[in-house]
């Protein structure tokens, strides 16, 4: 079954998915001016937004993978 496929830019649900990750990028939820927690010598902090990072890229992957039309376009094949 072939799902209905438009560019991402018109869909408001990946920018609200986008807008969500990078409010999650901003380390602004984090209590300041206490001691950073740290596991295994590293801030909290770090580690979650490394985890964002890579949630952005794996939802980055998934937005090019299943939203966006790329058969209008000819492929490189064709054009030999």
Same mark, same amino acid.
């Given at each position: 079954m072939k799902q209905n496929t438009r560019e991402p830019i018109r %869909? =408001?649900? &990946? *920018? +609200?998915g986008f807008l969500i990750i990078f409010i999650l +990028? %901003?380390? *602004?939820y984090f209590? #300041?001016?206490e001691e950073p927690v740290l596991v295994f010598g590293?801030?909290?902090w770090a580690l979650v937004i490394l985890g964002?990072?890579?949630m952005l #890229? +794996? =939802? &980055?992957? =998934?937005? &090019?993978?299943y939203h966006w039309d790329i058969e209008?376009?000819?492929s490189r094949e064709e054009e030999k």
């Amino acid at each position: 079954m072939k799902q209905n496929t438009r560019e991402p830019i018109r %869909n =408001y649900k &990946i *920018w +609200l998915g986008f807008l969500i990750i990078f409010i999650l +990028l %901003n380390p *602004w939820y984090f209590p #300041s001016g206490e001691e950073p927690v740290l596991v295994f010598g590293v801030p909290l902090w770090a580690l979650v937004i490394l985890g964002v990072t890579v949630m952005l #890229s +794996l =939802y &980055i992957t =998934y937005v &090019i993978r299943y939203h966006w039309d790329i058969e209008d376009e000819p492929s490189r094949e064709e054009e030999k």
